[in-house]
C-alpha cells in the first residue's frame, strides 16, 4: 500500500513542485494559472515536465473542460505521506513513553533514587 | 545547577550548540522566530512585534487541525543576549496564562536557555504541564534546536529532549544494557531481539525487530562514541538476516544510514535530561533528505504551506 510513498518523496523533493502543490491545495487551477509565477524563472516546457512529474506520482490530475485543461490535487498519496511521517515523528515520543514507565518499575526495584545500578536484576 | 522547582513553577533547560548572538536573534526576529516557534505542526503569522518593556508581540498560531489562537505578548524585560520576561497566553479576550523568564548565557560557544513559567498557584502550574505535554509543548524548543543547526551548519537535523525521573547513571544503562534497550525502544507493536550486542566504543549490534503481523525487520548499530554516563553516538542501518545494508522494506527512500547522538544531563533533584540529535549520515539524495525532513515534521521551509493547507485537506475528506 505504502508501494508509491518513495514516487511521492521524489516528486515533493523539488521546491518548485512543492509550491505547486501548494497552489493547487486552494483548488483547482489552470495550468497556465499555475505556471505563470515561474515563467520569470523557468520557460514553460520546464513548468510542464514538473506537472508530469506530479502526475506521474498521482499527486495531481490533469483533466480537459472544453479549451480549459484544469489540474486538481488528488490527496491520496499525500495521505501516505503524512501516515508515514506521523509514525517517525512518533517514534521517540513513544519510546520516551516507554521508557518513562520501565524506569519506574527500574528504580522501585532498586530501593531509592540516587542508588545507581540497575544491571543487577 | 539547583533545580529545586517550586510547586507553581515549570522549568525548562536547554543547551544550544550555537552563540548566544545567534539563539538571541532566532527568537527575536519575527522572520526567524516564524520557522521554529510552537509545538510540530503549527506555524504562526506575526501582525506586529515590538520588542521592548511594554512593547506587544501580536501573533496568531495555526493548530495542525486547522485552529488559530490569537496571542498577545507584553514584554516586561528585554536584555539583549541575557534576558527577556514576558507574560505568554493572553490576547483580546483572556489574561495571560502565565509569565516566563527567559536566561540567555553562552559558555564555550554553546548557548544555554533557561526558562521559568510562574502561573499562580501549584494546580494551575499542574494543569499547564498538562497542556504542555497534550500539545506537544516542548517540542517548540526542540525546533529552535534545529532551527539554529540549520543556520550554522546548514544540514536538516531532528532533536527530541525529555527529562526522566532518574539518576544519569540509570538512564545511560537503558540505553546500553541490551535487555533494557530492547524492552523500551521498539516502535510501538514491534518487540525487539539483540542477535549481536557489543555496546562499547568500536563495537556493534545487530537486532530483529519483529510485530504480529509477521514482519521482521533487521537492523545494526555500530558505535562511534560512548562516554559513560553522559553520551552516545551510534550509526543505524536497516539490513537483512546476514547483516548486509538494505533499505526499509517499505521506504527505500529513507536514507541507508542515520546518526544518533544522544547526551544526558543532571537536571538535579535524581532527574536526567535526555537529548536525541537525529540526522543523516554520509552521503545522502536530496529524496532521501526530504523524507527525513518530512518525517522529523520540521516544518522546514517548503513544507509548511502544503502542509497545514494538507491537513485541511484530509481533514475535509
Known sequence: MISNLDQTFSALADPTRRAMIARLSRGEADVSDIARPFLRSM??????????VLERAGLITKTRVAQRRPCKLNAAPLK????????????WEESFDRLEVFLKTVTTNTTKKGKKNVRNK | MSATNKANEIKITRIYDAPVAAVWYAWTDEKQVAQWWGPRGFTITTHSKDLRPGGIW???MHGPDGTDWPNKTRYHVVEKHAK????????DDQPPLFKVTVLF???????????????????AAEQTRKVIKKHGGNSTWDRLAEYVEKQISGKDMFFINRTFDAPMETVFEMWTNPEH??????PTGFTMKFLKADIRKGGSTSYAMSNDAGMTMYGRADYLDIKRPARLVYTQQFCDEQGNISRHPKAPTWPETMLTTVT?????????????????YGRATPEEIAMFSAARGGMTQGWTGSFDKLEDLLAAK
Not at chain 1, 501516505?80 to 517514534?91: G, H, L, M, P
Not at chain 2, 534497550?181 to 521498539?186: D, R, T
Open chain 1, 80 to 91: 501516505e505521506v503524512e501516515d508515514w511521517t506521523q509514525q517517525y515523528r512518533a517514534f
Open chain 2, 181 to 186: 534497550f530492547s524492552k523500551w525502544l521498539p
Open chain 2, 264 to 280: 544526558l544531563a543532571d537536571e538535579g533533584d535524581g532527574q536526567t535530561r535526555v537529548t536525541v540529535k537525529w540526522e543523516v
Open chain 2, 84 to 91: 527577556l520576561v514576558y507574560d505568554h497566553g493572553g490576547n
Open chain 2, 58 to 60: 501580536d501573533y496568531t
Open chain 1, 43 to 52: 520557460s514553460l516546457p520546464a513548468v510542464t515536465k514538473h506537472l508530469k
Open chain 2, 105 to 123: 548565557s553562552e559558555t564555550n560557544g554553546k548557548t544555554k536557555m533557561d526558562m521559568t513559567m510562574g502561573l499562580a498557584t501549584p494546580e
